[in-house]
């Protein structure tokens, strides 16, 4: 979605995270991925939904396989995106079978569509993400081309400045501090909102329990998005 930059959409921009939060792939996206890494770098060790969750696509890659340097990693990322693009669209009616959107996430994107700039922040790669929100419908509601993705940095903390520089280029304002809203499902998550001082936002929709994800003292913890008065107050802080 292109959004007309003139119109008033709050002076919030929330960053979603995909895997975990808004949607879940029933994990072909991981096996997808993992099946792509190996066409590109060789072979891998099967790894726990933890081992991925929260991380970037270049981090996993980085982490996968430890032997290769930064340098060889990004030469070949290009092939290994176009060969993990190639293989997704294959699955493309499996995930259509198998994946969903977050219990609530609709009602909350479509409450705050005109109160806030939403755009994704996730470990995808931009082609990933684009694919897995078009096809769950959840595209229209995010001004896509504002979000940070896998490909633009290893380091998920280091995706925030990514979109605040790209929505500030875009609307003409900065954003920082509370300006920003970091929701996600992991302590990865957490741990990039709070190092970026946004407002930080967990939800235990992913592989971690509320207590879990409370020990990284997210700004607010939830359940999952269904109870819209809660997800709001979450965000903004109080209830709006
Ligand atoms: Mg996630």
């Given at each position: 979605m292109?959004?007309?930059?003139?119109?008033?959409?709050g002076?919030?921009?929330?960053?979603?995270?995909?895997?975990?939060?808004?949607?879940?792939?029933?994990?072909?996206?991981?096996?997808?991925?993992?099946?792509?890494?190996?066409?590109?770098?060789?072979?891998?060790?099967?790894?726990?939904?933890?081992?991925?969750?929260?991380?970037?696509?270049?981090?996993?890659?980085?982490?996968?396989?430890?032997?290769?340097?930064?340098?060889?990693?990004?030469e070949?990322?290009?092939?290994?995106?176009?060969?993990?693009?190639?293989?997704?669209?294959?699955q493309?009616?499996?995930?259509?079978?198998?994946?969903?959107?977050?219990?609530?996430?609709?009602?909350?994107?479509?409450?705050?569509?005109?109160?806030?700039?939403?755009?994704?922040?996730?470990?995808?790669v931009a082609?990933?993400?684009?694919?897995?929100?078009?096809?769950?419908?959840?595209l229209?509601?995010?001004?896509?081309?504002?979000g940070?993705?896998?490909?633009?940095?290893?380091?998920?903390?280091?995706?925030?400045?990514?979109?605040?520089?790209?929505?500030?280029?875009?609307?003409?304002?900065?954003?920082?501090?509370?300006?920003?809203?970091?929701?996600?499902d992991?302590?990865?998550?957490?741990?990039?909102?709070?190092?970026?001082?946004?407002?930080?936002?967990?939800?235990?929709t992913?592989?971690?329990?509320?207590?879990?994800?409370?020990?990284?003292?997210?700004?607010?913890?939830?359940?999952?998005l269904?109870?819209?008065?809660?997800?709001?107050?979450?965000?903004?802080?109080?209830?709006?």
């Open positions: 292109q959004p007309d930059r003139n119109r008033h959409f002076t919030k921009l929330v960053l979603w995270d995909i895997d975990g939060t808004l949607l879940h792939t029933d994990g072909i996206a991981g096996e997808t991925m993992r099946a792509a890494m190996e066409q590109t770098f060789g072979a891998t060790v099967r790894q726990e939904r933890t081992f991925y969750s929260g991380k970037t696509d270049r981090q996993i890659i980085q982490e996968t396989f430890p032997h290769l340097t930064l340098s060889s990693v990004l070949q990322l290009q092939v290994f995106i176009a060969v993990y693009v190639a293989e997704f669209e294959r493309r009616e499996a995930v259509l079978a198998r994946a969903g959107v977050m219990p609530g996430t609709r009602a909350v994107l479509d409450h705050l569509h005109t109160r806030a700039i939403q755009a994704p922040l996730t470990g995808n082609p990933i993400a684009r694919m897995k929100l078009d096809w769950l419908g959840l229209d509601f995010l001004h896509f081309e504002v940070a993705y896998g490909d633009d940095h290893h380091e998920r903390s280091l995706l925030v400045p990514i979109a605040a520089e790209r929505a500030s280029r875009y609307y003409g304002r900065s954003f920082s501090g509370h300006d920003l809203v970091v929701i996600g992991t302590p990865h998550d957490i741990r990039c909102g709070k190092l970026n001082g946004t407002r930080t936002v967990a939800v235990a992913g592989p971690y329990s509320v207590d879990d994800l409370q020990i990284y003292e997210p700004d607010a913890v939830l359940p999952d269904r109870d819209l008065p809660a997800v709001l107050t979450a965000i903004w802080g109080e209830y709006v």
